[in-house]
T-cell receptor, first 117, second 113 residues
């Protein structure tokens, strides 16, 4: 079974600064996908960024980027130029690449990020 | 295109009552799932379906039933509600292709007294 660990329950960052959220995972699989989801106070789950395990290049989406270290089983999220709208709960998630287990996302416990003025 | 819809948004039940949480998607997605979100525990998979007529258990299936008679709908049934089932429930769907994005519904907040 897979496990996902987010060791930072809460973090705070000032507007325009950079913040990094940590995520580690444990799996015996070689092919898998990793995701970061954002959950604002509206409760809606929003996909922020995703990474395929077989790709060495780190994924980027505008101000969001990841540092994927496969050997260390680490998948951190960096938010640059933080904005007030980034205030939310952030979840790291894991999914096997086997289509027979499609939709089986394993989530971490989340990191609550507060962006301040 | 409404995406993934869930009804109701809020519900209060008494212990022992039954109810069905509705989930529908209009994207012709094969894969649908139900998750529950509890404070400090992230989202956990309850049941999932890889197509009409095919369902399987997730991490926390006890106390819940599902069926998938159509591609569009994936209802979650609580046969005899318990206070431990107080939670926020999310339905999600995903199209074929292992890298496709999983779309989540807006969630249902359920309280069992």
């Amino acid at each position: 079974a897979q496990t996902v660990t987010q060791s930072q329950p809460e973090m705070s960052v000032q507007e325009a600064e950079t913040v990094t959220l940590s995520c580690t995972y444990d799996t015996s699989e070689n092919n898998y996908y990793l995701f970061w989801y954002k959950q604002p106070p509206s409760r809606q789950m929003i996909l922020v960024i995703r990474q395929e395990a077989y790709k060495q290049q780190n994924a980027t989406e505008n101000r969001f980027s990841v540092n994927f270290q496969k050997a260390a089983k680490s998948f951190s999220l960096k938010i640059s130029d933080s904005q007030l709208g980034d205030t939310a709960m952030y979840f790291c998630a894991f999914m096997k690449s086997n289509t027979g287990t499609a939709s089986k996302l394993t989530f971490g416990t989340g990191t609550r990020l507060q962006v301040t003025l | 295109n409404a995406g993934v819809t869930q009804t109701p948004k809020f519900q209060v039940l008494k212990t022992g009552q039954s109810m069905t949480l509705q989930c529908a998607q209009d994207m012709n997605h094969e894969y649908m799932s139900w998750y529950r979100q509890d404070p400090g525990m992230g989202l956990r998979l309850i049941h999932y379906s890889v197509g009409a007529g095919i369902t399987d258990q997730g991490e926390v299936p006890n106390g819940y039933n599902v069926s998938r008679s159509t591609t569009e709908d994936f209802p979650l049934r609580l046969l005899s509600a318990a206070p431990s089932q107080t939670s926020v429930y999310f339905c999600a769907s995903r199209g074929a292709g292992t890298y496709n994005e999983q779309f989540f519904g807006p969630g249902t907040r359920l309280t069992v007294l």
